[in-house]
């Protein structure tokens, strides 16, 4: 048994070990948020923190995080601050990383896609622009997630130019250095459709890669606004770029250390420093394995910011757990979609702005 | 979105004399419409409105007018508000009753019960071309050149919404002459009795717990006269038991089949209710969340002015607990609309009201907070919609 999880590999823990000691961080990290940031402590008013499974944990609505500024260290600690894309028009997250959660970030991210990519760093051929990650003090979500995943692989070259169209002399060099051995590809996994894939296939491109892999996520929306299946992707990518394991991954800036990689089964693993809990709208109690509800992630990484417990605003259901076909312990899980959004009614009526975030003035 | 005409008529509108008619035939058959039309069914708020627009009703409103000589105002523009569907209704008929001829530009966020309604109002346009022509709904942009242009040529506007709504929607000239009316968003509360609750009868308890659904959750709490402030009148001891078994008897209902069937919550409005709590809290202007299912508690210390614009509704209730009426006074602002009340005698609320000379513009009981009435925050829509002689 593992003395501590954040040691411990990624997909070898089963329930009976890792909840005892996930309870007990989730805990600590609790009560170090509640006295080292004002807003959590009132939010947990006099709770007393001892909660006796995972489900008693407090959990924050993950829009609190573009509310307000929320962290549990002080601004001279700041190292970084991640932010989330967002739409045109809203708030982006600001998710506050001492050097120190930073760190733990890289050491976690290493560690759950090594057992995707193996140990050795490969050549990388990402599925985006370089523009993304030119602005570095502030980090877009889809910056930071090339820029995280950037050092599990050398040779970095971007597949597409800054107008998103496709740099085919780049891929071209790419494949032939590297075609015949194992690559790293990674991208969002709209882009990698709509300017990859789909790029590829109508300006009448193939490569026949020998063994790569590729890793996306960003999320499903627009693909299945487009009817894109999961299965349409796959197949669209071996098609187009050889001999591929594709591996989607579910994540979100606002929780670091909880990513969430689809195996070769489709089912999306919690690795051992995190897990999920599916609660039901409106009682917010948790639901039994197989009930769809709204996912709540854990995650023993946020000690900078109160991010360790959140309500996410997706959709899902948790399939097993530490009995997947592919062999890997943990709880597994499918995704199923962003909750269907209302319009914000309010009195902001006749008024033709989006308001729906609290006290923003238009 | 181009400027569209919901309801078009050949015929050019002319003003008439107060309570015509042909407007009173016009709301009987649209009142006829509503209460046997089956898409109006499932809607209560356009079943309350067909009631409202029967002749009798629409006789008692309007018979304490008659005699005072009232004359139409001329043409007269409204902003409908998004958050209550069939509003705009009730303040362009009364308009339209005043002999006027009434442009109602729908927002775009109205949807569900205002679009059976627009068809309800579309099918009259063939039988009622005069009054049709008096009463044209309009959909387009806020900003469209034909909604600007016809500003600047009306003798009244009525805006309902947001402030930022109301203060973008006045950037637009009107005639020097032309009268403005506006309805800003406002916060309303209830207060309710500890003792009459732990003497009530199960029955009684029931009535209250229905009666308080109704008020405040149809329109998912978004009203603004839907009550965001739960104030507990009575002994400490005393409300400690009398929370218990209203929200008990609350739960009790909105789980029940007909609960669940009228005030039905999305999953994203439970959420937003929730995130909603939490940010209250955090900003420290309530505290402790308590999630019951279908509505969220919060304490309160206060009316807390700030709640106007941050209370989004949803299902989200800030409780306050008081010992006298008298402990509110202080806190009302021009922003605190319709107080609901339960327990409390009618002549004990008066008798309070009179001390107080800022705020609340209407009381009523608990069950009543809906209900249009034709003094709408402090303005008698009907003298505000005529010229008096």
Redesign the interface.
């Known amino acids: 048994m593992p003395a501590n999880l954040l040691e411990a590999s990624p997909y070898g823990v089963p329930m009976a070990e890792k909840t005892p000691l996930l309870l007990e961080g989730l805990q600590a990290l609790s009560k170090h948020h509640q006295h080292h940031c004002l807003?959590?402590q009132?939010?947990l008013?006099s709770e007393a923190g001892l909660y006796k499974q995972l489900s008693e944990l407090p959990f924050?609505?993950v829009?609190?995080f573009k509310?307000?500024q929320?962290k549990s260290i002080s601004e001279g600690d700041v190292f970084k601050v991640l932010t989330s894309s967002g739409t045109t028009g809203t708030v982006p997250s600001r998710i506050y990383l001492d050097a120190e959660t930073a760190k733990l970030q890289s050491r976690v991210l290493v560690k759950i896609m090594q057992e995707w990519l193996g140990k050795q760093r490969l050549p990388m051929l990402i599925w985006d622009s370089p523009n993304v990650i030119q602005n570095r003090t502030s980090f877009s979500a889809r910056g930071a997630g090339i820029q995280g995943l950037s050092f599990l692989g050398r040779y970095h070259t971007y597949a597409l130019n800054d107008d998103m169209s496709l740099n085919i002399p780049a891929i071209e060099a790419f494949f032939e250095r590297f075609g015949s051995e194992p690559v790293f590809m990674f991208g969002f996994t709209f882009m990698v459709w709509k300017f990859g894939l789909q790029a590829l296939k109508d300006q009448g491109f193939r490569f026949n890669f020998q063994n790569a892999v590729l890793i996306h996520s960003g999320g499903w929306k627009k693909l299945e606004d487009e009817a894109v299946s999961a299965n349409t992707f796959n197949t669209t990518a071996k098609a187009m770029l050889g001999q591929l394991r594709v591996h989607n991954f579910y994540g979100m800036v606002e929780q670091v250390g909880s990513i969430f990689v689809a195996c070769e089964e489709g089912h999306l693993h919690c690795p051992s420093y995190a897990d999920v809990l599916v609660r039901e709208?409106?009682?917010?109690q948790v639901q039994a394995h197989g009930q769809a509800g709204?996912l709540q992630v854990l995650s023993l990484l946020p000690r900078s910011y109160p991010g360790h417990s959140l309500?996410t605003?997706d959709?899902g259901r948790i399939l097993g757990e530490d009995n997947c076909a592919c062999g890997r312990k943990g709880k597994y899980f499918e995704v199923l979609g962003r909750?269907?959004?209302?319009?914000?009614?309010?009195?902001?009526?006749?008024?033709?702005?989006s308001?729906?975030t609290?006290?923003a003035?238009? | 979105m181009s400027f569209h005409v919901v309801n078009p008529t050949a015929t050019e509108p002319q003003l008439a004399a107060f309570a015509d008619p042909l407007a009173l035939a016009y709301c009987k058959a649209l009142s006829h419409a509503l209460l046997h039309e089956p898409t109006a069914r499932p809607h209560s708020d356009l079943i309350a409105l067909g009631y409202w627009l029967r002749p009798a009703n629409i006789e008692r409103i309007l018979s304490p007018y008659r005699d005072f000589g009232l004359r139409p105002l001329g043409h007269v523009f409204h902003?409908?508000?998004?958050?209550v569907d069939s509003l705009f209704v009730y303040s362009g008929i009364l308009s339209v009753l005043c002999g006027n001829l009434n442009t109602i530009r729908l927002?775009?966020?109205a949807?569900g019960s205002a679009e059976v309604l627009c068809g309800l109002v579309q099918n009259l346009a063939t039988n009622h071309p005069e009054v049709s022509g008096r009463f044209q709904i309009i959909r387009s942009?806020?900003d469209a050149a034909e909604l600007i242009q016809l500003q600047k040529h009306i003798d009244g506007r009525v805006?309902?919404?947001?402030n930022?709504?109301?203060q973008?929607?006045r950037q637009r000239p009107i005639p020097a002459h032309a009268r403005e009316l506006t309805f800003?968003?406002k916060l309303s509360f209830a207060v309710i009795s500890s003792k009459a609750v732990i003497t009530a009868k199960p029955n009684e308890l029931q009535q209250l717990a229905i009666n308080f659904a109704r008020d405040n959750l149809t329109?998912?709490q978004?009203a603004?006269s839907s009550a965001k402030v739960i104030v507990w009148r009575g002994e400490k001891e005393n409300t400690a038991q009398a929370k218990q078994l209203f929200w008990q008897a609350l739960s009790t209902f909105l789980i029940s089949d007909e609960g669940q069937s009228k005030y039905p919550?999305?999953?994203?409005?439970?959420?937003?209710a929730?995130?909603?709590a939490?940010?209250?809290?955090?900003?420290?202007i309530v505290?402790?969340?308590q999630?019951c299912?279908?509505y969220i508690r919060v304490a309160g210390k206060g009316l807390h002015q700030?709640l106007v614009?941050?209370h989004?509704?949803c299902g989200l209730f800030v409780e306050v607990a008081i010992t006298e009426l008298e402990e509110l006074t202080s806190e009302l602002t021009a922003e605190h609309q319709t107080m609901s009340y339960w327990g409390i005698s009618e002549m004990e609320v008066s008798n309070w009201l009179r001390t107080c000379l800022i705020g609340i513009d209407r009381a009523v009981p608990i069950g009543k907070a809906l209900d249009f009435n034709v003094v709408w925050d402090g303005i008698d829509l009907i003298r505000a919609f005529s010229r008096q002689l």
Request: charged share 20%.
């Open positions: 807003a959590y009132r939010l008013g924050l609505t829009p609190l509310q307000r929320l709208p409106g009682s917010w709204v309500l605003e959709r909750m269907a959004k209302v319009e914000a009614r309010g009195c902001s009526d006749t008024f033709d702005g308001g729906s609290t006290g003035a238009e | 902003a409908a508000p998004g958050n927002s775009d966020k949807g942009n806020r805006l309902w919404g947001s930022e709504g109301i973008a929607l800003a968003n329109f998912a978004q603004c919550l999305t999953e994203s409005e439970h959420y937003r929730l995130n909603n939490q940010d209250l809290v955090m900003a420290g505290s402790r969340v999630t299912g279908g700030t614009n941050s989004q509704g």
